[in-house]
């Protein structure tokens, strides 16, 4: 397994696919691991070469004391690029990775050749809402987030039709690090892009799923009103995680863009 210190950081990455360029990098949701992509890369892996990772406080990256930044995360991801020699890369970021990708391509717009932002937006919640959710993770750990987490990240047609996979997902998100969890809350408590989404000049694409309740369709659509040229397209069926409920369209969306825009 790949590990690299990114600032006394240590973090896990998986590099697939092509030896050469276009490159595409995928960003993680809260809770969550580089695996949430596993459905998506058998896809993609004759069109790039495919970088994923862990962020801070996920996975198999390190620990870091809360509190996060999106600055933090962002820097974090131009870390690895630079580690990879990477100078230019599609990036494709879910929930708070679409807040980092966005990040990126405000504070590195070199480094951005296009966007995929997932179920995301320019602002995500409020800030008392993450300072409440924080506050009951450290109080109680992550078990209490379980079932509601699960009802937010899948429909209930896929809850019920692969709750083996629910089960998985659920010790996924329990193996997250209460400072991880709570330190990418303090991230997005914080992170508000609303106000400079506008100067975002790559080609970009939004995508949500229709029945996301975490990030629902109307904050895809505001998101994909803000960045200048922006294209905004559901998943039919899906919740906050279409990459595994539903990866063959979402693999359908992004081909397609990335036809439209040259870079396939």
Avoid at 153 to 181: I, K, Q
Wanted: glycine share 8%; charged share 20%.
């Amino acid at each position: 397994m790949p590990f690299v210190d990114i600032g006394g950081v240590v973090h896990h990455y998986l590099v697939e696919g092509r030896d050469s360029p276009p490159t595409l990098v995928f960003s993680n949701s809260l809770g969550t691991d580089l695996r949430i992509w596993d459905a998506l890369i058998p896809h993609l892996l004759n069109h790039f070469r495919i970088v994923r990772y862990d962020k801070r406080g996920h996975g198999l990256s390190d620990v870091v004391k809360p509190p996060y930044s999106i600055d933090d995360l962002a820097q974090d991801l131009v870390g690895l690029l630079d580690a990879l020699s990477i100078n230019e890369a599609v990036v494709c970021g879910i929930s708070v990775g679409g807040l980092i990708t966005q990040r990126l391509a405000l504070a590195h717009p070199h480094r951005v050749r296009a966007l995929v932002l997932c179920d995301t937006g320019a602002r995500i919640g409020s800030s008392a809402s993450w300072e409440e959710r924080s506050n009951t993770v450290r109080a109680n750990g992550l078990k209490l987030l379980v079932a509601p987490s699960m009802e937010r990240w899948f429909t209930p047609a896929y809850r019920e039709r692969c709750p083996t996979d629910v089960r998985g997902y659920s010790n996924m998100l329990l193996t997250t690090s209460v400072d991880g969890y709570v330190g990418t809350c303090c991230a997005l408590r914080d992170a508000d892009l609303t106000s400079e989404a506008s100067r975002i000049k790559q080609p970009t694409l939004v995508l949500c799923g229709d029945r996301d309740v975490a990030t629902p369709p109307e904050l895809g659509e505001q998101l994909a009103r803000l960045i200048p040229h922006a294209r905004f397209s559901l998943i039919q069926r899906a919740a906050h995680l279409p990459c595994i409920e539903l990866p063959e369209a979402v693999v359908e969306r992004m081909m397609r863009f990335f036809g439209e825009v040259h870079i396939v």
